[in-house]
């Protein structure tokens, strides 16, 4: 079973800040948080991870919580194609994907 | 394109039949990991594959087997085909193999859409 948990669906407008919250309250000390996101039914797409720290790239911003339990990934300006699957995954020796979040942008 | 390419793209087959897919890497990358994509199972972990060697199992049936080659591709055999075997079947790399403490980014394949009939 996945160990995460994330809200089925979530609506945001373009140009506005899509956060996308997900939470892993049994995660462990060393395990990763990797979010990926697939589009219709291509393959999924890596977009960022982190472990304590908040991480920024140039798709996203990771917050991770103090205690670990839990993170959000924040798209800050979202466009139509970012209209996708959303899954937040905690990983030990294998990719486990929940059913994730997703997301619609609408103009 | 995420450099991982996997043939054929699509394959229509019968219950009962035996298939091959087959999965290029992106260049540099050891890991190989395989995953099954129904519409009522979700994306689920079969099989990784490290240098050559079986890393981690997952949901993987007994009919179903892998193999990574000296030349790192890697081939997903699938046999004795049932209708609920109709899926996309995908294929990632890394470069390093997934595992608790290690960072590990999986780059993804198009996939492979299998029907059975």
């Known amino acids: 079973d996945a160990k995460t948990t994330q809200p089925p669906s979530m609506d945001c407008a373009e140009g506005r800040a899509a956060n996308l919250p997900c939470n892993h309250s049994t995660i462990s000390g060393n395990e990763y948080v990797y979010w990926y996101r697939q589009i219709h039914s291509q393959g999924p797409q890596y977009i960022i991870h982190?472990?304590?720290n908040n991480e920024t790239n140039e798709m996203a911003s990771l917050i991770i919580t103090e205690d670990r339990k839990s993170s959000t990934l924040i798209l800050p300006h979202a466009t139509l194609r970012d209209t996708a699957v959303y899954y937040c995954i905690v990983a030990g020796t294998a990719l486990i994907f929940g059913k994730g979040t997703t997301l619609s942008v609408s103009s | 394109d995420s450099g991982v390419t996997q043939t054929p793209k699509h394959l229509i087959t019968a219950t009962g039949q035996r298939v091959t897919l087959r999965c290029s890497p992106r260049s540099g990358d050891l890991s190989v990991y395989w995953y099954q994509q129904s519409l009522d199972q979700g994306l689920q972990f079969l099989i990784q594959y490290y240098n050559g060697e079986e890393r981690a199992k997952g949901n993987i049936l007994e009919r179903f087997s892998a193999q990574q080659f000296p030349d790192l591709h890697s081939e997903l055999n699938l046999s004795s085909l049932e209708l609920g075997d109709s899926a996309l079947y995908f294929c990632?790399?890394?470069?390093?193999?997934?595992?608790?403490?290690?960072?590990?980014?999986?780059?993804f394949g198009p996939g492979t859409r299998l029907t059975v009939l």
């Open positions: 982190g472990l304590k």
């Open positions: 990632a790399s890394s470069v390093d193999p997934l595992s608790s403490g290690v960072k590990n980014e999986q780059f």
